[in-house]
């Protein structure tokens, strides 16, 4: 597997697996019909100190990554990250990998930490990853998502000093 900047050529691989992630609305906050331009725009188009990652396996894009400022001015010094992976690599590392590189960018882009501010409890895969590379949950959101099938889900609120 290799770890790589995202270039704008990759976009459609990516929102090949993006479109449908964002469409069954289980794991991230956007609506379900929030339009390509507007993704592309959140993941592509933020200035640095953003960045974002894909994870190439079997010559494929598998996953993605983009890493920014949680807040800006005083709060700029703590990572925000949102990742997807192509469900198709699931189980293969992806996410594993993906995670550590972002954690290493954003430590050598001079963030001081990274925070996440809605894992949604039910994506349990990805709450247990997040624990393994050292993030701690610093509170459960109470129904903080309104998840399609469950109803309204807790969410984590994460957070690991780089």
Same mark, same amino acid.
């Given at each position: ?39 592309? &725009?959140?993941? *592509?188009?933020? %200035? !640095?100190?953003?960045? #974002?990652? $894909?994870?190439?396996?079997? +010559?494929?894009? @598998? ?17 925000? &990250?949102?990742? *997807?992976?192509? %469900? !198709?690599?699931?189980? #293969?590392? $992806?996410?594993?990998?993906? +995670?550590?590189? @972002? ?17 949604? &409890? ?41």
């Amino acid at each position: 597997m290799q770890i790589r900047d995202a270039a704008e050529s990759d976009w459609p691989a990516m929102w090949a697996f993006m479109r449908p992630i964002v469409e069954a609305a289980e794991t991230y906050p956007w609506a379900p019909d929030t339009p390509e331009d507007w993704v592309h &725009a959140y993941w *592509m188009e933020r %200035p !640095a100190p953003a960045s #974002r990652l $894909v994870a190439e396996l079997d +010559g494929q894009v @598998a996953g993605t990554v983009e890493i920014h400022p949680n807040l800006p001015g005083q709060g700029s010094h703590v990572a925000n &990250a949102g990742f *997807m992976v192509d %469900p !198709a690599f699931g189980r #293969r590392g $992806v996410g594993r990998a993906l +995670g550590e590189a @972002a954690l290493a960018r954003a430590k050598a882009d001079g963030f001081y930490a990274m925070q996440f501010n809605a894992v949604v &409890a039910t994506n349990t895969h990805a709450v247990k990853l997040w624990h393994s590379l050292g993030m701690s949950t610093l509170a459960l959101i109470p129904g903080g998502f309104d998840h399609p099938k469950d109803g309204l889900v807790d969410m984590h609120l994460m957070f690991r000093v780089l």
